[in-house]
């Protein structure tokens, strides 16, 4: 984090204009890739939920999916305190 601060502190020094836009193409990538993480992790939840109700009588089948709801809802919650970061790194990189 302080290495990459560092770098845009410079960029912006020597550079303003064009770092600043590479930042802002950065950041648009970054909250795309948010999006995707979000259907993809909703997707593996309800294929989790789903397999863990629907096979029942295979144990394998039910503790994989109970295996996946879980650490879909994980990946999911941790990505949302990441997301809730993100617009104050935005901000603060571009007021340099």
Known sequence: MRKRLAQLTTGVASAGLAT???ELARMGRVAKNFAVHK???IV???AGVGCHTLVQHSDAAAGM???LALQSTLMRT???FAQARRPGLGQ???RL
């Open 39 to 41: 259907a993809v992790e």
């Open 78 to 80: 941790l990505n949302l």
């Open 44 to 46: 593996l939840l309800a």
């Open 20 to 22: 600043r836009q590479t």
């Open 65 to 67: 999916g109970a295996g």
């Open 92 to 94: 603060r990189a571009l």
